[in-house]
Every structure is written in C-alpha cells, then in structure tokens.
C-alpha cells in the first residue's frame, strides 16, 4: 500500500513558478513509477507527466515540455513537479499517481494503482 500527500499549490501571477511535492509512504517507494495529472473544473483529468522508477526516463505532455520538469529523490519518498512559465490555462487541481512497476511509466491515469488528495494550483491572469 502507497499514500500519497501532494504539497505546493497555491495562487500565482502569469509567467510565474511554483513546485509541487508528492511524499509517498511505505517502503517501496523506490519500485514505483510516479505521474502527475491535472483536472481543471469541468474538465476531464490530463496527463502531465510521468518518471520510471530510477529516474532514468521522464514523460511530458505537449501542453507542459519545456516549463515543467519532473524528477524524485527516492531516499526522501519524494516526487517534485517544477513548473516554470504558469500560465492561466494551467489552473487546476494538480495529483500524483504511483504505479507499482519497474517495467513502465504510465501516462494514462487509469494505470495508475494509488492517487493523493490533489493540490490547487491557480494562475492568475
């Protein structure tokens, strides 16, 4: 079993950064390929990317590449998503998503085994 707790969110002006922190519990932390989605309000959730579980790899959807970078630190159970460049389009509540796999990373949520809560990230225009 893996529980996710997502941090960071907040209001930010256009152009602006912010950095999300999802800590996992339990010690298989390290097995785990991580993602990160988003869902704004009346929208479908989205992928926004995804790490294999050594880091090694990394996956971004077109809409985030080159503003967001996502990387972990699995001594501290730890995945981050730095976002660079917000801009409005970006406001919504942002989850991340643990795969129990060494194989794959995922970038559809519903291969996804365990979710947090979810933070708001909001930009302001």
């Known amino acids: 079993q893996v529980q996710l707790v997502e941090s960071g969110g907040g209001l930010v002006q256009t152009g602006g950064s912010l950095r999300l922190s999802c800590a996992a519990s339990?010690?298989?932390?390290?097995?785990?390929?991580m993602g990160w989605f988003r869902q704004a309000p009346g929208k479908e959730r989205e992928f926004v990317a995804a790490?294999?579980?050594?880091?090694?790899?990394?996956y971004y959807a077109d809409s985030v590449r080159g503003r967001f970078t996502i990387s972990r630190d699995n001594a501290k159970n730890t995945v981050y998503l730095q976002m660079n460049s917000l801009k409005p389009e970006d406001t919504a509540v942002y989850y991340c998503?643990?795969?129990?796999?060494?194989?794959?990373?995922?970038?559809?949520?519903?291969?996804?085994?365990?979710w947090g809560q979810g933070t708001q990230v909001t930009v302001s225009s």
């Open positions: 790490i294999s579980w050594s880091g090694s790899r990394t």
């Open positions: 998503a643990a795969k129990r796999s060494v194989t794959t990373t995922p970038r559809a949520a519903r291969e996804y085994d365990y």
């Open positions: 339990g010690r298989t932390f390290s097995w785990n390929a």
